[in-house]
Protein backbone atom coordinates (compact mmCIF):
# COMPACT_ATOMS: atom_id res chain seq x y z
CA UNK A 1 0.00 0.00 0.00
CA UNK A 2 2.76 2.46 0.87
CA UNK A 3 4.33 1.80 -2.40
CA UNK A 4 1.20 2.24 -4.30
CA UNK A 5 0.80 5.49 -2.65
CA UNK A 6 4.39 6.86 -3.33
CA UNK A 7 3.66 6.94 -7.17
CA UNK A 8 3.06 9.56 -8.80
CA UNK A 9 -0.02 8.12 -10.36
CA UNK A 10 -3.49 7.28 -9.60
CA UNK A 11 -3.73 3.07 -8.83
CA UNK A 12 -7.56 2.10 -8.84
CA UNK A 13 -9.72 -0.53 -9.06
CA UNK A 14 -13.59 -1.02 -10.13
CA UNK A 15 -15.80 -3.57 -10.83
CA UNK A 16 -17.84 -3.03 -13.91
CA UNK A 17 -21.39 -5.06 -14.91
CA UNK A 18 -22.38 -2.72 -17.58
CA UNK A 19 -25.93 -1.68 -16.48
CA UNK A 20 -25.72 1.93 -17.90
CA UNK A 21 -23.21 3.28 -14.92
CA UNK A 22 -19.81 2.79 -16.40
CA UNK A 23 -18.31 1.32 -13.27
CA UNK A 24 -20.25 -0.56 -10.66
CA UNK A 25 -18.02 -0.25 -8.29
CA UNK A 26 -14.76 1.32 -7.26
CA UNK A 27 -13.13 -0.86 -4.89
CA UNK A 28 -9.73 0.70 -4.44
CA UNK A 29 -7.89 3.76 -5.13
CA UNK A 30 -4.91 4.81 -3.67
CA UNK A 31 -4.16 7.95 -2.15
CA UNK A 32 -2.13 9.55 -4.74
CA UNK A 33 -5.01 9.92 -6.82
CA UNK A 34 -6.08 12.73 -4.51
CA UNK A 35 -3.13 15.32 -5.22
CA UNK A 36 -3.11 13.78 -9.39
CA UNK A 37 -6.69 14.60 -9.92
CA UNK A 38 -7.84 17.18 -7.15
CA UNK A 39 -10.89 14.84 -5.88
CA UNK A 40 -10.73 12.77 -2.20
CA UNK A 41 -10.74 8.99 -2.27
CA UNK A 42 -14.26 9.42 -1.51
CA UNK A 43 -15.26 11.25 -4.16
CA UNK A 44 -13.54 9.33 -6.69
CA UNK A 45 -15.18 5.79 -5.56
CA UNK A 46 -18.49 7.79 -6.34
CA UNK A 47 -20.29 5.89 -9.35
CA UNK A 48 -20.38 9.11 -11.16
CA UNK A 49 -16.68 10.64 -10.60
CA UNK A 50 -15.81 9.74 -14.46
CA UNK A 51 -18.48 11.74 -15.99
CA UNK A 52 -17.73 14.86 -13.62
CA UNK A 53 -13.72 14.17 -14.13
CA UNK A 54 -13.54 13.00 -17.85
CA UNK A 55 -14.27 16.22 -20.36
CA UNK A 56 -18.01 15.66 -22.32
CA UNK A 57 -15.94 15.83 -25.93
CA UNK A 58 -13.85 12.76 -24.98
CA UNK A 59 -16.75 11.02 -22.01
CA UNK A 60 -17.74 8.84 -25.00
CA UNK A 61 -14.47 7.81 -26.12
CA UNK A 62 -13.29 6.84 -22.86
CA UNK A 63 -16.33 4.86 -22.22
CA UNK A 64 -16.13 2.99 -25.90
CA UNK A 65 -12.15 2.15 -24.93
CA UNK A 66 -13.22 0.38 -21.81
CA UNK A 67 -16.61 -1.64 -23.06
CA UNK A 68 -14.31 -2.62 -25.87
CA UNK A 69 -11.12 -3.60 -23.79
CA UNK A 70 -13.57 -5.43 -20.71
CA UNK A 71 -15.59 -6.90 -23.79
CA UNK A 72 -12.84 -8.51 -25.37
CA UNK A 73 -11.05 -9.35 -22.02
CA UNK A 74 -7.98 -7.24 -23.24
CA UNK A 75 -5.50 -4.73 -21.86
CA UNK A 76 -5.54 -1.34 -23.58
CA UNK A 77 -4.55 2.39 -23.04
CA UNK A 78 -6.42 5.20 -23.12
CA UNK A 79 -6.07 9.27 -23.18
CA UNK A 80 -8.73 12.19 -22.75
CA UNK A 81 -8.66 15.25 -20.99
CA UNK A 82 -10.20 15.98 -17.85
CA UNK A 83 -10.97 18.43 -14.93
CA UNK A 84 -8.61 18.04 -12.13
CA UNK A 85 -10.63 19.40 -9.22
CA UNK A 86 -9.23 23.09 -8.93
CA UNK A 87 -10.69 23.95 -12.33
CA UNK A 88 -7.50 22.88 -14.33
CA UNK A 89 -7.32 21.37 -17.86
CA UNK A 90 -5.29 18.15 -17.61
CA UNK A 91 -4.54 15.20 -19.72
CA UNK A 92 -4.82 11.65 -18.25
CA UNK A 93 -3.73 8.20 -19.99
CA UNK A 94 -5.13 5.16 -18.50
CA UNK A 95 -3.22 1.94 -18.74
CA UNK A 96 -6.02 -0.90 -17.74
CA UNK A 97 -5.76 -4.61 -17.05
CA UNK A 98 -8.41 -6.04 -17.49
CA UNK A 99 -9.80 -9.51 -15.57
CA UNK A 100 -12.51 -11.06 -13.35
CA UNK A 101 -13.40 -10.85 -9.71
CA UNK A 102 -13.69 -14.13 -7.86
CA UNK A 103 -17.41 -14.03 -8.04
CA UNK A 104 -16.72 -14.10 -12.64
CA UNK A 105 -17.61 -9.84 -12.59
CA UNK A 106 -15.67 -7.77 -15.32
CA UNK A 107 -12.93 -5.90 -13.27
CA UNK A 108 -10.16 -3.41 -14.22
CA UNK A 109 -6.90 -2.79 -12.43
CA UNK A 110 -5.94 1.03 -13.50
CA UNK A 111 -2.60 3.30 -13.27
CA UNK A 112 -3.78 6.72 -14.10
CA UNK A 113 -0.89 8.71 -15.14
CA UNK A 114 -0.87 13.04 -15.70
CA UNK A 115 0.39 13.44 -19.39
CA UNK A 116 -0.31 17.17 -19.34
CA UNK A 117 3.09 18.11 -20.25
CA UNK A 118 3.98 15.63 -22.42
CA UNK A 119 1.13 16.77 -24.61
CA UNK A 120 1.57 20.54 -23.87
CA UNK A 121 5.35 19.87 -25.56
CA UNK A 122 3.77 18.27 -27.97
CA UNK A 123 1.25 21.12 -29.22
CA UNK A 124 4.22 23.48 -29.17
CA UNK A 125 6.53 20.82 -31.27
CA UNK A 126 3.35 20.56 -33.57
CA UNK A 127 3.18 24.95 -33.72
CA UNK A 128 6.41 24.81 -34.49
CA UNK A 129 6.57 22.40 -37.38
CA UNK A 130 4.08 24.64 -38.59
CA UNK A 131 5.64 27.81 -38.58
CA UNK A 132 8.84 26.18 -40.17
CA UNK A 133 6.40 24.83 -42.83
CA UNK A 134 5.31 28.63 -43.27
CA UNK A 135 9.05 29.95 -43.18
CA UNK A 136 9.76 27.97 -46.25
CA UNK A 137 6.49 28.75 -48.05
CA UNK A 138 7.47 32.16 -49.26
CA UNK A 139 10.40 34.57 -51.16
CA UNK A 140 8.66 37.54 -49.65
CA UNK A 141 10.68 37.49 -46.41
CA UNK A 142 7.77 40.12 -44.50
CA UNK A 143 4.79 38.21 -46.03
CA UNK A 144 6.57 34.85 -44.58
CA UNK A 145 7.57 36.73 -41.28
CA UNK A 146 3.85 38.22 -40.85
CA UNK A 147 2.78 34.54 -41.31
CA UNK A 148 5.05 33.42 -38.76
CA UNK A 149 3.46 36.00 -36.90
CA UNK A 150 -0.13 34.66 -37.45
CA UNK A 151 1.18 31.20 -36.53
CA UNK A 152 2.70 32.03 -32.93
CA UNK A 153 0.15 34.39 -31.92
CA UNK A 154 -1.85 33.29 -29.49
CA UNK A 155 -0.32 29.40 -29.75
CA UNK A 156 2.75 30.12 -27.92
CA UNK A 157 2.36 34.03 -26.84
CA UNK A 158 0.12 37.00 -26.47
CA UNK A 159 2.45 39.19 -28.42
CA UNK A 160 5.23 38.88 -30.92
CA UNK A 161 7.02 42.13 -32.92
CA UNK A 162 9.61 40.83 -35.17
CA UNK A 163 12.80 43.47 -35.91
CA UNK A 164 14.91 43.46 -38.69
CA UNK A 165 18.34 45.42 -38.86
CA UNK A 166 18.11 47.77 -42.27
CA UNK A 167 20.97 48.72 -44.26
CA UNK A 168 21.85 51.70 -42.24
CA UNK A 169 22.43 49.47 -39.14
CA UNK A 170 18.86 50.68 -37.45
CA UNK A 171 16.24 47.86 -36.18
CA UNK A 172 13.28 48.32 -38.02
CA UNK A 173 9.95 46.56 -37.18
CA UNK A 174 8.76 44.13 -39.84
CA UNK A 175 5.81 42.53 -38.51
CA UNK A 176 3.87 42.60 -35.47
CA UNK A 177 0.57 40.32 -33.87
CA UNK A 178 -1.40 40.56 -30.81
CA UNK A 179 -3.55 37.57 -29.67
CA UNK A 180 -6.47 41.06 -29.22
CA UNK A 181 -6.40 42.05 -32.52
CA UNK A 182 -7.54 45.52 -31.53
CA UNK A 183 -4.17 46.23 -30.16
Known sequence: SDLLNGLQASVW???WEGHGHPVDEVTYVNQ???GLLGYSSEQLKDQSASRRLILDPDYEHVMKS???GIR???DFEVQYRARHGDGRLIWLRDVVRVSRAPDGHPMVRA???DITKHKQAEERLQILAEAGRTLDSSL???TTLANVTGVIVPALADDCIIFLESSQGRLEMVT???SDPAR
Open 13 to 15: EAL
Open 32 to 34: AAE
Open 66 to 68: YSA
Open 72 to 74: GGR
Open 111 to 113: VTT
Open 140 to 142: DYE
Open 176 to 178: SAH
